[in-house]
């Protein structure tokens, strides 16, 4: 691939990325949709579920893993997978700094009666 190439894909990529970001999320197949359990996070309606911070942590590890699986490989797909693996371990890793500064300010109103008890917040 020439470097034309690359910067024209390069510049797609971040359009697509932007365009995500001012979107949302995109639509998701009714097929993975059915794939998918039940709800994940931790709450009243769900108190066997995981914590937010626990998933994200989770998250950043399996993609550190993958990240280091094409560390090795130095074709311009690569690179790219590897620089947006990063950059999403980064948005990841804020995401949790943004959730355990929420279990702060909970933990000022009262101590975390788990998810079985009365809330700190809401209805």
Avoid: C, W
């Amino acid at each position: 691939m020439s470097q034309t190439q690359h910067d024209a894909r390069q510049a797609t990529t971040e359009e697509h990325f932007d365009q995500y970001l001012r979107k949302g999320t995109p639509p998701v197949a009714a097929s993975e949709l059915a794939r998918r359990p039940g709800p994940i996070l931790m709450s009243r309606a769900n108190p066997d579920g995981a914590k937010l911070e626990d998933h994200l942590a989770q998250l950043i590890d399996e993609l550190r893993a993958k990240t280091a699986n094409v560390r090795g490989d130095a074709s311009p797909v690569a690179e790219i997978v590897a620089r947006h693996n990063v950059q999403i371990m980064d948005l990841l890793a804020a995401a949790r700094v943004l959730q355990l500064g929420t279990i702060e300010a909970l933990a000022q109103v009262a101590p975390d009666p788990g998810p079985r008890g009365t809330p700190r917040v809401g209805v």
